[in-house]
């Protein structure tokens, strides 16, 4: 279903040739939904109707400035009662616009900002594993305490310290 909504809005997006643009806005709904509890609920619990989703969203997407297509696809999401899929539906666009450009996605969860040079170095890097040029989404997680965590596609490489530290402690448990 996600792909359906995000490839719909894909389409309309190449044919007002806002790929970028659309695809910025959606950084920014995903920004908002990790931002605020209350917004993440509104989008994942059953409670409310259709018609309390609908006027939420649209009164997030007017006071939020979100650009026009995105805030319309948004109130139809929201009509259909499919909000809860919404996080899936702008990783499958991301998706969608990064295999338009022949590229491929990748997360990216590090402990701390990455610079530049820093930046460009993983791109080169995962351009070697992918065999494509990589778009790259990067979070932050101290939590993660160092290293990083890459998914593309179905695969995911893990080098963070945490599950290094994680896999060190239950080797210990099994040998004592």
Known sequence: MAERY??????????AKSV??????LDAVEDLISSSADLKRLIESPVFSADDQFRAIDAIAKKAGIEDLVANFLRVVARNRRLFALPSMIAAFRRIAAA?????AAEVTSAHELTAEQTREL???LKDVAGKDVAIKL????????????????RQIDTSLRTKLNSLKLALKEVG
Do not use: M, N, Q, Y
């Open 6 to 15: 995000a490839g719909s809005l894909f389409e309309l997006a190449l044919e």
């Open 20 to 25: 970028e643009k659309v695809g910025t806005a």
């Open 100 to 104: 338009h450009r022949g590229e491929v």
């Open 123 to 125: 791109k080169a890097s």
């Open 139 to 154: 979070t932050v997680d101290p939590a993660i305490l160092g290293g990083l965590i890459v998914k593309i596609g179905s």
